[in-house]
């Protein structure tokens, strides 16, 4: 019998969920490098958190969108060495929702990790416990729209040699919009103001890769497999 | 109706479209040119306010204009190559690149000449100079994109995708940098000054625009002919146009 689309879904997210219980370091790496980044700024700038506090919804995106550039290094790039990718584009099934199902599962496993890490970094910069849930909503809606628009960037570049320096290239530009309007929020947060504005804006930039982002990826990914 | 398409789309007849115009374009473009900025740097009066400075206007205006039009006619190409299949779009849309980057340079070089004496300082981080750094990046990416590919028809492909992800995004790009400085920074210096330009000093920057438009598309035409004999190296129509000549 064919399996039905939502089960090739949840047999991908499996997948995916099992490969990570079993290299699990690889789960942890982005989170340890979020934690470090953010360390940085006190050391660079000042330890004053009256100082801090101005910078910290910067840093804290800043650093969640780098940890999120270097996750997608390992997204597509081990399914392709070993012919999984291969078997999947040849198997009939649309490509473009495997690849959604394999981007939200990294989102899961990264993304989500950052989300409820990021309010103890905030914090340690000096933000008030008032600010979590913009911060951890700015941050869940933007790290899943930065997972979708890097997945395009790792289908583009996975089949070039040392593509990780090609990949920041390409991606940072487009993810701009993301961290404008994530920051925003967050310091909008802090000063007591309204936020529905940037985190709509967030959420439609959300939707909107959601909906075109798959054929994007499916595209790349086809090119990098010819 | 199609057929001029289909036959514009043949390396062989392109080439020499391409080399036809080329001397139309470029010889009315350096005419324009010389009209334009006569017209902006001896007849327009001094502006009442910026004096004389305003007159790097008659550059800055025209490529940054042209760095965004460029990306668009990038993208449209490389969404006519990637649909059709048609190997010449994809050319375009890989000459359009260095050209539009260079009109980003030099909006951005040119700004900031404009920017020292009326702002008081190089670099501002203000929302169209900000988008405008960011358009250089996306073409940069584009170049990097291309250029790490060996195979040329993967480079096309992966280089089609690239330019039209990119182009949903411009608009993003730049509202969303309108709207982030729109908080902490009071009403932005007008480009144009004065609500509405006076006519002595508008019509020579319309015409230099004109003149940047002619003088992009010669440029395209150099820049599509030498990519059709990189592509084309083996072709042998090639060498049947070389022995003519």
């Known amino acids: 019998m064919e399996p039905g689309l939502l089960q090739i879904v949840m047999l991908v997210v499996a997948r995916e969920l099992r490969l990570a219980v079993r290299h699990w370091d690889q789960v942890v790496q982005p989170l340890i490098f979020f934690v470090v980044v953010t360390t940085l700024f006190p050391l660079a700038i000042s330890p004053s958190l009256s100082e801090l506090r101005n910078i910290a919804p910067g840093v804290v995106w800043v650093a969640a969108m780098l940890a999120s550039l270097l996750s997608l290094e390992s997204l597509f790039r081990p399914d392709v060495e070993d012919g999984t990718m291969e078997q999947w584009a040849l198997s009939g099934q649309p490509l473009a929702l495997l690849l959604l199902a394999k981007t939200v599962t990294h989102w899961l496993l990264t993304g989500l990790p950052l989300v409820m890490m990021a309010p103890w970094m905030g914090t340690a910069l000096g933000l008030p416990v008032s600010v979590w849930p913009v911060l951890a909503g700015s941050l869940a809606l933007g790290t899943a729209t930065l997972s979708i628009l890097g997945a395009i960037g790792a289908a583009l570049t996975v089949a070039v040699r040392r593509g990780s320096v090609l990949l920041a290239l390409l991606v940072l530009p487009l993810e701009m919009p993301v961290l404008i309007f994530g920051a925003r929020a967050v310091d909008l947060a802090t000063h007591g103001e309204a936020v529905a504005g940037p985190l709509n804006l967030l959420a439609a930039m959300l939707l909107l890769c959601l909906a075109l982002g798959p054929f994007a990826m499916s595209a790349a990914m086809r090119v990098s497999m010819e | ?245």
């Open chain 2, 1 to 245: 109706m199609w057929l001029w398409f289909y036959k514009l789309a043949s390396p062989p007849y392109a080439y020499a479209i391409a080399a036809r115009w080329r001397p139309w374009l470029l010889w009315s473009a350096l005419i324009l040119m010389v009209i334009s900025a006569y017209g902006g740097l001896v007849l327009a009066p001094p502006d009442y306010q910026q004096k004389d400075a305003f007159r790097i206007m008659y550059v800055h205006v025209p490529s940054a204009t042209l760095s965004l039009s460029v990306y668009v006619i990038m993208a449209v190409a490389a969404g006519i190559g990637l649909i059709w299949r048609i190997k010449l779009a994809h050319a375009v849309a890989a000459a359009c690149a260095p050209i539009g980057a260079w009109f980003t340079v030099l909006a951005l070089a040119t700004g900031s000449i404009w920017g020292r004496p009326m702002w008081g300082t190089w670099w501002e981080w203000d929302p169209r100079l900000t988008s405008e750094l960011i358009q250089l990046f996306l073409y940069l990416g584009y170049m990097a994109l291309r250029s790490s590919f060996d195979d040329t028809q993967r480079a096309d492909r992966a280089g089609a995708i690239l330019a039209i992800v990119g182009v949903v995004n411009v608009p993003i790009v730049k509202y969303s940098v309108v709207w982030w400085n729109s908080l902490h920074q009071g009403p932005s210096i007008s480009k144009l000054g004065a609500p509405s330009i006076a006519s002595p000093m508008l019509w020579p920057l319309l015409l230099m625009m004109l003149a940047f438009m002619l003088y992009f598309a010669a440029v395209l035409c150099d820049r599509v002919r030498a990519e059709i004999l990189r592509r084309e190296r083996n072709a042998s129509w090639l060498a049947s146009v070389a022995a003519g000549t």
